[in-house]
């Protein structure tokens, strides 16, 4: 199949009007989200959405997110409490996916068959007028299946040119890790995904309902509430271990890749030359911009394996390490 790459400078201009026409006929466009790239297909439409599960290899029982252009248009397509729409307000549009229940409208093949959806409405203006014209999209990253989430058009071409029929090319993503996800459908709201969201944020926002809990799924539960992040995920090809800032020196120079930050070459690795600076320390937001692609790089690399920099678990590091963590689960 031929991929048009369409290349959006101006998020105002015509140029998406190919992609809306592809999505409109039942076609799947990887489009641009302030997170990752996202692979789309009209939400409505259960053969387009069938689509991208055979496209990516996407396990059957990995739901998709559905993806609105407003929060007004939300109870078109989920039950909504009205008490939660103030704490919706204050983080939609944004890198938060929230679960609901679903409306029948939504197609079983969106939600593996589950009984609820997770809502996004992304804060990207191509993202927008895209749905804005097709209406809502169904998406999840648009990485094959396992690799890392793309986080500009480069690594969506690398993934999925020739298999899908179009490519929006907006430039970097912003936040470069996925959505934290909250399920709004369980007695107290449950982080079922962490990402650029912060949990200490949310329990701040969520301060009237108690809080929030974060569910922990991982590959040892059978029937995680988050079914994708049971999954070994954005994993390079290559071996990957997570060790102390201090522990890394002993690579120095070695076949090992080094992914560190500009801080830890700075004064530890002062000499290696086997470095790829995952971004700084003192500003984690530039690590989560940079993490899949760096997490790429290792496949690219002449290198047999790679050891990453290990971070404290709390704030954005928080769900930093839960990626890392789940790229470096072995084989
Ligand atoms: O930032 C993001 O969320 C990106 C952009 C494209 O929006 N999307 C994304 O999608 O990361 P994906 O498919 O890679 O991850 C979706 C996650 C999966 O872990 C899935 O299990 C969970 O959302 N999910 C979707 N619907 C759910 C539901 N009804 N209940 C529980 N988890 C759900
Ligand atoms: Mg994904």
Known sequence: METKIVVVKDPYSDSIDVACEVLR?????????????????????PEAVKKIFEVKGRPQDNPLIVHLSSIEQITNFAYLDEKFVPVIKK???????FV????????AEVTAGLDTVGIRIPAHPVAQRLIDCSGPIAAPSANLSGRPSPTDAQSVIEDLKGLIECIIDAGPSAFGIESTIVDLTREKPVVLRPGPITLEELNEIFKEFGGVEYHKTNMEINKPLAPGMKYRHYAPDKPLRILESNALKDFINTNTLILCTEETKDSLLKDAENVYIIGQFKKPYTIAQNLYKSLRFIDKSPYSDAVIEKFPEEGLFFSIMNRIKKAAIKK
Do not use: C, M, Q
């Open 25 to 45: 006929s039942g076609g799947l466009v990887a489009f641009p989200t302030e997170t990752v790239y996202g692979l789309g297909a009209v939400a409505t439409n």
């Open 91 to 97: 983080l939609s549009p944004g890198p938060i996916t």
């Open 100 to 107: 609901l229940r679903k409306k029948d409208v939504i197609p």
